[in-house]
């Protein structure tokens, strides 16, 4: 039998007529009622009138976008592309902000539930909670970015193709002593960047050592907690790899304050690339995601599954973008930024040797010889590096 709103009024202890003014956000409601009659309605699975009006038309023509954290740029950039391509289908997004929460993803999937949304787009937090399998049984669903094992198509990039790419680069430039700040290992994401990176270095002949791995959870504190430990190390390592910007962030600031020579002392790369990484000094090296070709992906694929049609599930290719993080002496030899406005290319850039540079045979195929970090093996922290002055501080 279906749930009423004389049996939501009768658990909350009001009236009918109360119960309806606190589930109407437009209505005038005591703030503590509205909550009580919130939810006695999701504890007995009541729908509400939104889900009345949906059964007289058979479909709202909304979508619903589940992000882990709208903080973090690649999101950001992604619910607008998602957003950009629904408007286009002549689809409204709704938007939910998880925090990187399962009790938050939850909550929201509920509600977009019970607003009879057409279908929904995840990126799912860690494993697959009995809510979101339950929601995702009952809609239409695509999973962008993460792949929880709901039996649902998911659009993603390349991370084995990007992360491989990253490594080759970071192993042609000479260093060895290689880190990972890596994402949560409850994310297909995080566990798929971390793997590409150790096989990687395992074919260039390099161990990820334990000490040189970190485990964040792609947020800006955690970037902050693994860039002390490994700066903290007696040898420390001689290239950083953060998962994910915000953890990229993380690392940077720990880096300025320690005095730390981005690119001489210590190099650093980043996953997802945003405007600001361009423009600091030295420009921070990425594998930069089509954000715009994902989002238009997954919505083109969230239609299909509305309509019962097969999903192209193909991965995305990543692009490396060649800045000067990790001591590089050129740009990327495309010539282009990732905002599209030209930039100098020149010798030395990946997969070529400036005139008359020394080379040798490293597995097999000529590469410069390595860039020799200035005091290596040192504990980069505030006892062994002095802080620049203003001027020197603007430049590292």
């Known amino acids: 039998m279906a749930v009423t709103l004389r049996d939501v009024a009768l658990a909350a202890g009001v009236s009918p007529a109360t119960a309806s003014r606190a589930l109407d956000p437009d209505a005038s409601a005591a703030p503590r009622t509205r909550d009580i009659v919130r939810q006695a309605a999701e504890d007995l699975g009541y729908a509400g009138n939104s889900a009345a009006r949906s059964l007289r038309t058979s479909r709202t023509d909304t979508i619903g976008l589940l992000l882990p954290d709208v903080r973090n740029a690649f999101f950001t950039d992604l619910a607008y592309a998602v957003d950009k391509a629904a408007a286009e289908a002549g689809r409204t997004v709704m938007i939910g902000n998880a925090d990187e929460d399962c009790h938050a993803q939850d909550r929201y999937l509920n509600t977009l539930a019970k607003h009879q949304v057409d279908g ?16 995702v049984a009952a809609n239409p669903t695509v999973s962008i970015d993460r792949d929880a094992g709901l039996g649902v198509p998911v659009i993603a990039s390349d991370s084995a193709g990007g992360m491989g790419e990253l490594v080759d680069h970071i192993v042609a430039l000479g260093h060895r002593r290689i880190a990972i700040v890596a994402g949560p290992q409850s994310t297909s994401t995080g566990r798929e960047r971390l793997r590409a990176v150790a096989v990687r270095l395992s074919q260039h002949g390099i161990g990820l050592g334990s000490e040189y791995l970190v485990e964040g959870d792609f947020q800006l504190a955690s970037g902050i ?20 910007a915000l953890m990229a962030l993380g690392v940077l600031t720990v880096m300025r304050r320690r ?17 600001w990484f361009e423009v600091l000094d030295p420009a921070v090296t990425v594998v930069a995601q089509d954000t715009a070709q994902l989002g238009e992906k ?32 050129a740009p990327s030899p495309s ?35 390595p860039i020799r970090l200035r ?9 062994t590096f002095t802080t620049h002055n203003s001027e020197e501080t603007t430049h590292g």
């Open 120 to 135: 929904l787009l995840v990126v799912p937090q860690g494993g697959a909670s009995v809510t979101l399998r339950k929601v």
């Open 225 to 244: 907690a693994a860039a002390q430990q490994l700066l903290g190390l007696s040898t420390p390592p001689e290239a950083i790899i953060a998962a994910d």
């Open 259 to 275: 005095g730390v020579r981005i690119g001489e002392d210590v190099g650093i790369a980043a996953v997802d690339d945003t405007p």
């Open 298 to 329: 997954a919505v083109a694929a969230l239609l299909d599954r509305i309509a019962g049609e097969d999903v192209d599930t193909t991965p995305i290719p990543t692009r490396l973008v060649i800045r000067r993080s990790l001591g590089e002496t």
């Open 335 to 369: 010539g282009e930024s990732p905002l599209g406005s030209p930039i100098d290319s020149a010798p030395g850039s990946l997969g070529e040797s400036p005139p008359d540079a020394p080379t040798d045979q490293r597995n097999g195929r000529a590469t410069t010889q």
């Open 375 to 383: 005091n290596p093996g040192r504990t980069v922290g505030e006892s």
